[in-house]
């Protein structure tokens, strides 16, 4: 009678067990900045990859400040309704994944992907690219590698660049 009190005692409610844990939620990614330096940083289920790195002090400009995620409703195959915001803002959170973790992204949708096309043959490659602040994290991404190929914050070239 008392072990059955005391298994009834410890057991947790079923609430409980359905609840997540922070191993659900968590998910590590390692960024690679433009000298080959890696960073392994944790990250949540539902951040961005701008967010992340922000968090963590990580080297990834975002001159519109991470813009704003476009939330779409699909109504049919082809139709996407847009609920809010204007979605990216600029292209300066600009990363590459590589073939292996691409797939496992959320889709780019037709703001992102303009966005993207303003960053120039030299460093938009079409399969890899995708911008920071529009990659929203999965459990599936955990362990995926980002690299960031830009160069200086988009403001510092600007002020470098000679006037006619």
Known sequence: MLARLVSAATRR???W???STVADKSVTITFVDLEGVRKTVPGL???SIYEVAKLHDIALDGACGGGGMPKYIRRTDVFLEDEYG???QCNTCHVMIPDEWYGKLNEVFECEQEQ???IGDNLYVPGASRLGCQVRLSKALDGMVV???DGPPVHE???TLPTR
């Open 147 to 149: 690299y960031i190929p």
């Open 116 to 118: 993207l096309d303003d």
């Open 17 to 19: 067990r359905a609840m």
């Open 13 to 15: 409610p079923a609430a």
């Open 45 to 47: 289920v539902g951040q």
């Open 86 to 88: 204007a979605g990216p």
């Open 157 to 159: 070239v600007v002020n």
